[in-house]
């Protein structure tokens, strides 16, 4: 049996709905049980900032925690050093919800006036990533129908039934970063009437451009 096999390749563009913050805590403390007790308290002080702007305690997911031995470089004389000086905890968590600029500015002025000290990434996804995966695939079977039929017409040959349809399912990332990494100046209490305080923000997140590829093998005559 004689085949070809065709690789087409789907692109779209997908309007962001969805605003996602990831945030990081962290700290250095002398004795492992303070890492892990200071790190459990700071992460309860934000659930319930969070709890101020109608979310459930859950919603605030974790990505990543780890709690490791923290040391510096020092010299003595002519030699470099390193020395003990305790354990970092670092906790990196997310939260999402539906894109509203009034929300995110008083949700960001309730962080900028916490105990905490976090460090935090703004960025836009969307909220029904499987459809979207479905419609890339489905414009990439396409491309490759329409390339075999170009080729097989040109050779003087006929396309058949499909025999093999071959595709990576690899990951696909419906992110586009909006805001880089950065400290918020802390000082305050988390209070419920934070949630009336607000930075003014526009926030307008740019497309996000996806691709992927699928191999399709036919039968030709």
Not at 193 to 213: Q, R, W
Request: glycine share 4%; net charge negative; hydrophobic share 35%.
């Amino acid at each position: 049996m004689r085949t070809i096999r065709v690789t087409g390749k789907g692109q779209i563009k997908v309007r962001p709905d969805m605003t996602r913050i990831t945030i990081t805590l962290e700290g250095v403390y002398p004795e492992y049980s303070e890492a892990l007790r200071r790190s459990s308290e700071d992460t309860e002080q934000l659930k319930e900032l969070f709890a101020a702007f109608d979310f459930e305690r859950s919603d605030l997911k974790t990505l990543d925690f780890s709690v490791d031995a923290e040391y510096e470089s020092y010299k003595e004389k002519s030699a470099w050093k390193e020395r003990f000086i305790g354990y970092k905890y670092q906790h990196v968590m997310k939260i999402e919800f539906e894109s509203d600029n009034d929300r995110l500015g008083r949700i960001l002025y309730a962080l900028a006036n916490c105990h905490v000290k976090p460090e935090f990434r703004l960025s836009h996804t969307v909220s029904d990533p499987e459809a979207a995966k479905n419609e890339l695939l489905g414009k990439a079977v396409t491309d490759a129908r329409e390339k075999a039929y170009v080729l097989t017409k040109a050779a003087g040959i006929s396309l058949k039934e499909i025999q093999n349809i071959d595709y990576s399912w690899g990951e696909i990332d419906f992110e586009v970063k909006t805001m880089k990494e950065m400290v918020l100046p802390c000082g305050g209490t988390i209070d419920n009437d934070l949630s009336d305080e607000s930075y003014d923000l526009n926030v307008e997140p740019d497309n996000i451009t996806v691709s992927d590829t699928v191999t399709v093998i036919w039968e030709i005559g």
